[in-house]
């Protein structure tokens, strides 16, 4: 039996924009995972496998599978991938504790999880650069141009700063983020917000350069600042995001509203995390400051 998982995710700044080439920062969350694991199948044929998820409403063959099921995409193209013809049936089991369609990367880390645990029972250790190309791909099935943030910060688990198509730069947090996250219950998927953005890009494509051009200048210097430890400023950059965020569409009434409470309440910054549209407002807080009431 081999088991493996991947973290959860967070976008600090920048997100959308990184899909039209500007830079993001995204931070793992190790404590919110993916779990996958791969055992021989009690019942099924030679080379055969199942895949069984209750938190993801999932069971199916992968033999008889559709290869837009995300799920079965991932475990096809890792088999692909290391030439791993398994010659006993096996028993896929994924469970995930990651809100799914909430900002947090959930389809990315349940297939890094599901990667590596495959990748295991062949018996290799599936490098981060690997992990994060298979989970890319089972991306691009899902919206047509993704960044490759979610995937990338999710297989190296290391906060980066990313820009799409340039060499990855991973950095150290230095100081403690305090971060308090509130659920607006909206579920949208990243293809729709993504969408939605480029739609009204391309009916405005010098106000929306603009607007990314902010955003990209946002994230490039709360790079600098938190690569110096002092957080100091960091919420007031995320709050311009936040603004930024909303002029590009993505935002919502409920995240509005939460960004607002928490900032009454005495936080730092607050903004959108993620596609948006829905999902969960991340605010940046002082150590023992986490209350919040909307
Ligand atoms: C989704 O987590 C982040 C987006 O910027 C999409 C992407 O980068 O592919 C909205």
Do not use: C
């Amino acid at each position: 039996m081999s088991e493996a998982s991947a973290a959860a995710k967070l976008i600090l700044f920048g997100e959308h924009a990184v899909v039209f080439g500007r830079p993001a920062i995204a931070i793992p969350l190790p404590n919110l995972r993916a779990h996958a694991r791969v055992q021989p199948h009690p019942a099924g044929q030679p080379g055969q496998i199942e895949i069984v998820s209750e938190d993801l409403h999932t069971r199916l063959w992968l033999h008889e599978a559709d290869m837009d099921d995300p799920l079965a995409a991932i475990v096809q193209l890792t088999l692909d991938n290391l030439a791993f013809r398994p010659d006993k049936a096996l028993l896929v089991s994924v469970q995930s504790s990651i809100p799914v369609a909430a900002g947090l990367g959930s389809g990315a880390s349940v297939s890094v999880a599901i990667a590596r645990a495959i990748a295991a029972t062949a018996g290799f250790e599936l490098p981060p650069q690997d992990a994060s190309s298979l989970a890319f791909e089972v991306e691009r099935i899902h919206h047509g141009s993704p960044s490759g943030i979610d995937n990338t910060v999710i297989a190296y688990e290391q906060p980066v700063y990313f820009i799409r198509d340039h060499v990855l730069e991973t950095f150290e947090l230095r100081g403690v983020l305090n971060l308090v996250l509130a659920d607006t219950g909206e579920r949208v998927k990243t293809a729709q917000a993504v969408a939605g953005v480029h739609a009204r890009y391309d009916a405005n494509p010098s106000e929306y350069n603009k607007l990314f051009d902010q955003i990209g200048a946002i994230t490039a210097e709360a790079h600098q600042v938190l690569m110096s430890g002092n957080y100091d400023g960091l919420g007031a950059l995320m709050s311009r995001n936040q603004v930024l965020l909303g002029s590009i569409g993505v935002s919502s009434a409920r995240l509005d509203a939460l960004s607002k409470a928490a900032m009454k309440a005495g936080a730092q910054g607050a903004k959108l995390s993620g596609a948006g549209l829905g999902g969960y407002m991340m605010a940046m807080v002082e150590k023992g400051n986490s209350e919040v009431d909307p």
